[in-house]
């Protein structure tokens, strides 16, 4: 089992910058992947970006250029760190753990955090 913790969320105006930290315990073994999720109201949950391995990451077209995942592997630890932000990023962002083979999919999930972007 593993879990995982987010924080870092909060309220930005446009154009601002956040960075959320999802922290793991616990193990298993055929996790290879941790994500980002967010839902917006009303609107279906989006898959916002991937980590692989070190450093390897895909992102989806709206967040690309503005969004960067990386992560600490001592720590057990992936950051999305958050610039240009604009009101319609306004969404709970979760954190997972999954399988990465050739779509991602998700095992684990964090609480969520908020994040809204005023204009």
């Known amino acids: 089992q593993v879990q995982l913790v987010e924080s870092g969320g909060g309220l930005v105006q446009a154009g601002g910058s956040l960075r959320l930290s999802c922290a793991a315990s616990?193990?298993?073994?055929?996790?290879?992947?941790r994500g980002w999720y967010r839902q917006a109201p009303g609107k279906q949950r989006e898959l916002v970006g991937t980590i692989t391995g070190p450093a390897n990451t895909d992102y989806a077209d709206s967040v690309k250029g503005r969004f960067t995942i990386s992560r600490n592997l001592a720590k057990n630890t992936v950051y999305l760190q958050m610039d240009s932000l604009k009101p319609e990023d306004t969404a709970v962002y979760y954190c997972?753990?999954?399988?990465?083979?050739?779509?991602?999919?998700?095992?684990?999930w964090g609480q969520g955090t908020q994040v809204t972007v005023s204009s």
């Open positions: 616990g193990s298993d073994f055929s996790i290879n992947a």
């Open positions: 997972t753990a999954g399988i990465h083979v050739y779509t991602y999919s998700p095992k684990y």
